[in-house]
């Protein structure tokens, strides 16, 4: 798991968390935070989130990354280089 992003505070891995509250994709989840809107298709598709969260320097600030799959989270933190 050396691709997860630098945090001094917390970072948090979640996978279909919407479906605890038994709402869809698109009622639970800021659909903005997607790393593409093609990944919110196959999200929404297959039913299936991962959100990455992570608190770079304080437990102020914070980005929250979503995806279809990890492995699309992985893509885009390596992207980033965060």
């Known amino acids: 798991m050396n691709w997860l992003p630098k945090h001094k505070c917390g970072l948090y ?4 968390e919407h479906r605890d509250m038994y709402e869809t994709i698109e009622e ?3 659909c ?5 809107p093609e990944e919110l298709k196959k999200a ?4 299936s989130v991962w959100v990455l969260q ?3 320097d304080t437990p102020i600030g914070s980005y929250s ?4 799959s990890l492995e699309a989270l992985e893509a885009t933190v390596r992207e980033m280089g965060a």
């Open 28 to 30: 639970y989840y800021d």
């Open 65 to 68: 990354i979503l995806a279809s």
């Open 44 to 47: 929404i598709a297959e039913d």
């Open 54 to 56: 992570w608190y770079p």
């Open 13 to 16: 891995l979640t996978h279909n």
């Open 32 to 36: 903005h935070d997607f790393v593409s």
